[in-house]
């Protein structure tokens, strides 16, 4: 890293006491500008590629969500009202998805395009996009990447970030435990032993090693993949025990307001994003991912039904309209926050030009269960933005959804032929 | 490792013998013609190499068998034909004696490939402990409770298949979950071995008590703080007032350990004139007092947290201030909380309501928003517990040491210059088996290492059992043998069985055993067996097989509506509903009872809420304090077995709504253990346009009517139709819920009809069907359920040979579960790796 830290910490406390008021883009947008946390200078984040993806559990009402009008002249539907202002900034597809089955089953493959339970036979099992690139790029940050989300929900709700093994990244649940993990750093003696612990974990991890290669001369044929598991899972930790060493001598950015309490996911839903938006800002994380799942009740929006008993409609127009509203809201504070990003400096261009952000579900028809035609729209991240594009849905044209993400990866600077089950890059 | 193969030799060679055997059964000539016959008169029309309905071809099929593919074929035809679901109802239909024919043929076939096909698996892969079993192991190794320190709370939940949580295939291991160990192992050994030493303190608390901030006010100007009030059990929505945690205590206990606590408390206005429907609980039954620990470092002290079992729990007199005593253990930093587990759902609701419907019985000034908490509670009847003072006193002294000191390093304690010894003891303990010398170099490699750091001699010893705890050694079940032999040694047998049946660690009787070698013994295994089934701790196995075969696990993933369903919350059903499972299977597994009693009995087990929600007559004279009794069900049609338990419809239906489809599916799955294929690419999607039907019934006939649909559904949708009298909670109805405006409540059809024109009335006929003409199918699924549970694989077509084998013997012993369970572990597959 270029700058000292004595730099940096300056720059993080000057940024944390222009913050002093939450949810005020346009200031935040502004001190950002005068005194940007993200350094000018090259190595401190400025200009770095960054991803960001928002996954919903139960998807949006295809029919008030996409466009009749291929191009630039989409007609804006109910649900991209919200979404006007940030028309030049996004593209929306339709006829995107992982040809995968399964309802509620299946909305777990939406970032990776594989179901779990068919990634013991892939070498990179249902690894999710954003995993997949943070274990390329998440060394240059605290956190490899940040994800956002809820335990529960109907089958386990989305499930959105899996790792290579086929572990579910386990989320962040909410604004308070955000906060704490961005911005509340340990006292000097936490300090202290933590450096201690780091080494003696180091230690026992050679040893633990040591006994591992032992035993794999010994088992069974069946058992050698096992072994392996354990042996990545080793060489795993070995990674980020050296990025923990790293960041427990360096200082967390300051706190830009009063650490929060959780309400639910309704209300706390623009904290998520804000929170998000700084992860980005103060280059605590490149890569981000955000579920709104079991636990965005309908009730706090003052409707009195369950989420998923809602989205099995059976095209009654009340519980469409009420569906219409739940989606509205989520969709909206998405628009808030690519107007955050749009309106924060990263060098010389915006935030939102650094960070290509995917919003969708990997439900398509949620009253039916289908888990093809997803929603998907791909916003900031300099690409060319502003229409709506068709891809051929089914036969031998078929685009899957995969050759989009790794169109994202290439953007991210991750060298690589395919991610999940592409068939190309999506351009 | 050393091992003693040469002691299992003789007895491998015994396997090939029989195996021989079993390879002179030959066909009789005219077998394979008549299966040729039967297929292409009666299947091939769909099932040949060109359209493979269903992905099956039977084209290249015949006997005699030749691979294990064609094996899963020929169980699939008898299955199929035996219970008439093929050929389908509007093709040409065999005669009866040409089905017999035919499957005894099929039969002959199986039987005499037995031995024939090589199987392409059919071995456990080494395992890792899953995360229950990880945690039970470190409670048994360091001889105390260990969930007071939440170690797995921030593990990725365990993958599961077909609900069970010992496959070795899917128990994944990462980098990420690998790192959970080490600051697991970091967290209990520090905090229960790296302790300061403390005489014991005491406290005492008399007022300042300060609880949730909406409470503050009332609370100040009705008493100063002088009391802590408890308005509502935990599990609410709306919180107020749930937990009660002491303000001037919040920094916790200095150090883990047992701790006395005394409060003075008092269960005030049960008698309350309030409607008790305000409330929605039970004010027959006294008020309980339960402590948890609460710690404010890991979110809001009167919040629910991740931690908190229930320590201690008492009843509360109404008479007068009482003092209640709870020993308890508390980890450092931990502060104790108490809760009222039967207390008035929704507090804040209920005062609101109190407010508008007796504000006339209230003297003095009321203000525009109605009566005050603080007026009610200076001279209203709003029931609640109160304490008024508490004292803390501990960590008490325990004899001879902690006992997790005397676990890990024996009855001496810690000795710094016998300290080798006794990490190589704790070793043998947590490596399941003797240590080889390289085991032994590791250790006091380690233990050099850290000493040589400075690290004082118990310092090094205590990172050295963090080491341990970490090692592929401790975390696997490794299960290794020589390559070419198959039958586990005597180590990773006693724990294999150990793990089956009690999720811990070999006992001291068991590892003896294993370290003799008789346990290699069929009749020590055998005897190994007996004893624990015939342990108290069986009841460990009832509680986590069931979490996996019924799925029991995600009893209350799917929350149902709360509006609608107050007593499943304010009640804890989801408790209840496991807990009869769970007893009615150790019935079962103690009394050698039989296995059909499953599918349907005239007997459960109930407590005072189950039988309120089953509306037996028990409701009225069992009390809450009485815990589960067994009642008699007999000639009730609408309970007995567990498809008529509230836990299993629950678990089967979504929360919001049932299907016969899902319910269906899940009997077939769990009950049957046959898994239907999903739904094939080329059935159009059910749209969800049902605007017409009125009944989920109505709204399969319109889908059904599709015949691609229609093919699984008519084998699936029986299985659930005769459940549709049971609402998502598993309350009986003869109605579905009204629909909106004037049309009345569409009735519940509870009759089903199978492929193969068995048709029942109502679900108490279903379950005669079910124990007719499928009863030894159940039986095998719960064999094989068992064996895949207890061995961590699934289980493979060549197994099936063995399976029957164990059917037969628990067939000859009037199908008793504690045989099935015996036979089933006494089992050549359960002895392989």
Redesign the interface.
Known sequence: MAITINRRRFVLRTLGASLALPGMPSLLAKAAEGNAAIQTTKGAGAGAKRFVAVGNLLGFQQLSFFPETTGRNYETTTLLKPLEANRKDMTIYRGLDHGV??GHFAVHSFLSGVL?SEA?NRPDGNVSIDQYMADEVGVETRFPSLTVGS??G?H?GCQIAW?K??????PVTGP?ELFSKLFVGDSEARRVRRVE?NK??A???D??L???N??SK??????K???D??F??????E??LQLRERWTNHPKPGAPFDKP?NTNTVEDLPLLYELIALALQTDSTRIATLEIGGCFLPQNLGI???Y??LS?????PETIAHLITLETYQIGEFGKFLTRLSKTQDGEQSLLDSTSVIFGSGMG?G????NSDLPIILAGGDYRHGEFRKAEGSGSGKVPLCNLFLDIAHKMGVETESFGTSTGTFS | MARPYQRCFSRSCFFLVTLMCSLTGNLVSEEPEIVFQFLGKYCLECHDTDIEKADREFETFGLPLKSEMDLVSAKEIIDQITLKEMPPKKADQPGEEERLEVVRALRAGVAAARGKIESTGARTVMRRLSNREYEQTLATLFDRRVDTLGLTADFPKEKTSHHLDTIGKSLVTSGFLLDQYFQSAQRLVESRLGKPEMEPKSWHFTKHFIQYEELSGSHKSAFNYEFLCLYEQPNTDTRQGGYGHIEDFLEGVPVSGIYEIKAKAQAMHRDTHYDASLFKIDFSEPFQLAVIPGDVTKGHIHYPQAIEPILGQSLVPDKEPTWLTFKVWLEVGQTPRFIFPNGPYESRASVMNVNKKYKDEFEGEISSSGVSRAHILKQGKLPHIRIGEIKIEGPLPERAGTREEIAVFGSKGFQPDDALNQLYAFGEKAFRRPLTDDDKALIAKTFGARKKDKATPRQAALDTLKMILCSPSFLYLAEVTEENDTKLGPFDLASRLSYALSSSPPDAELYAAAKSGALNKPEELKKQIERHLSDQNINRFAVDFLEGWLNLRDLGNQPPPRETNRLYYSENHPYSMKKEAQLFFRNLLQSNGPISDFIESDYTFVDKRLAALYQLPEEKELRLKDGFKRVSIKGNRQRGGLLGMAGVLTVSANGVETSPVTRGVWVSENILGVTPPPPPDEVPAIDGDVRGATTIREKLAKHAADKSCAECHRKIDPLGFGLETFDPVGRWRSSYPKPKGDAPAPKVDPSGEFPSGEAYADFHDLKQVLLTSRKDIFAKNLIRKVLSYSTGRNMEPVDEYIIGDILAAVKKDHYGLRTLVKESLASDIFRSR
């Open positions: 089955k399964g779990n013991q335990e529960g109907i386990g790792t093994s086929g572990v579910r990244v386990p308070a612990e003696i974990q230690s026992i991890l040893t633990v040591e006994d591992a032992r035993l010994q088992v069974n044929s069946e058992d993949d096992k072994l598991e354990y990545s899972s080793i060489r795993d930790l990674k980020r309490s009195k039904k369950a998923h008993g099995h409609h059976g095209n009654d028809n009253s039916s269960h289908k």
